[in-house]
C-alpha cells in the first residue's frame, strides 16, 4: 500500500517552501490553484496527460488527481505533491455554488476521498504529500480546512492518515510539528521521528519515512 502524509499549515507558515529540497526529477507535483512556487526551481515544469515530459500538472479535479497518482510509479516517481489540497474541494464547490442540493457535499466530499484512498492503495513505495490549509473548530481545536459541517459529518479527513504533520514558524525559524499539541491532529507513528519539532524539509521527512518503513524502490514499468 502507499503513504498517504497530510500536511497542515496556515498560509505562509511554510507548506510549500517545505518542497524546496525535493528532487523535482523523483516526483509530481498537482498545483490546484496555478499558483507560483515560493521559490526558485527550473526543475518543476508543466505536463499534461498527454505529455511524456514535464513534473506539474494543473488540475483541481479529484478524477485526475487519482489518475496521477496511479500513475505516478509506471512512471518513475517516488512521490506525489498535491499543493493545495483544500482547493480540490472549495473550487468544486465554488463552481457549484449555485446548486440547492445537498448532494453536492457528498460529491465533493467524495472526490477528496477517492484522492486519499488512491494514495492509499498504490505502489508500496509511492508517498503522497496532501498539503492544505488549516482551521480552528468552534471548540478550539485545530483541523484540516474543507467546505463545511456537512462534509466533516461524513468524514473526518485527518483521520485517514498515519502520518500528518503541522507547520509552524518561531523566531524565524520554519518547522514541523510531528506529535498533537493537544488541540490539533498532528501525528506519527512512534520512533519515526526523534523529536517533536523537526526542520521544515519535506525531502528530510520522505527520507526518514523511507527509512521507517523500509520501503522497495523497484518501479513498475
Not at 512512471?75 to 468544486?92: E, I, P
Request: aromatic share 10%.
Amino acid at each position: 500500500m502507499g503513504i498517504p502524509v497530510l500536511i497542515l499549515g496556515d498560509s505562509g507558515s511554510g507548506k510549500s517552501a517545505s518542497m524546496m529540497k525535493l528532487n523535482p526529477e523523483e516526483g509530481f507535483l498537482i498545483n490546484p490553484e496555478n499558483k507560483r512556487l515560493p521559490f526558485k526551481s527550473s526543475g518543476w515544469t508543466p505536463r499534461n496527460f498527454d505529455k511524456k515530459t514535464g513534473n506539474v500538472f494543473f488540475t483541481d479535479l479529484a478524477s485526475d488527481i487519482v489518475l496521477i497518482i496511479q500513475h505516478a510509479r509506471r512512471a518513475g516517481k517516488r512521490f506525489v505533491v498535491v499543493d493545495d489540497f483544500q482547493y480540490v474541494m472549495a473550487n468544486q464547490f465554488m463552481r457549484r455554488r449555485s446548486e440547492k442540493s445537498f448532494e453536492k457535499f457528498t460529491e465533493i466530499g467524495g472526490g477528496a476521498w477517492d484522492a486519499i484512498r488512491a494514495a492509499q492503495s498504490a505502489d508500496d513505495s509511492l508517498i503522497v504529500y496532501f498539503l492544505a490549509h488549516t482551521e480552528e473548530t468552534p471548540g478550539g481545536r485545530v483541523k484540516m480546512k474543507t467546505i463545511g459541517k456537512m462534509l466533516d459529518e461524513k468524514i473526518t479527513v485527518e483521520g485517514m492518515f498515519t502520518i500528518a504533520l503541522r507547520t509552524g514558524v518561531a523566531d524565524g525559524r520554519y518547522y514541523f510539528t510531528t506529535q498533537s499539541d493537544g488541540t490539533d491532529p498532528v501525528k506519527s507513528p512512534i520512533g519515526l521521528f526523534d523529536s517533536f519539532q523537526i526542520d521544515n524539509d519535506l525531502s528530510a521527512v520522505d527520507a526518514a519515512i523511507r527509512d521507517y518503513y523500509e520501503l522497495n524502490d523497484g518501479v513498475t514499468e
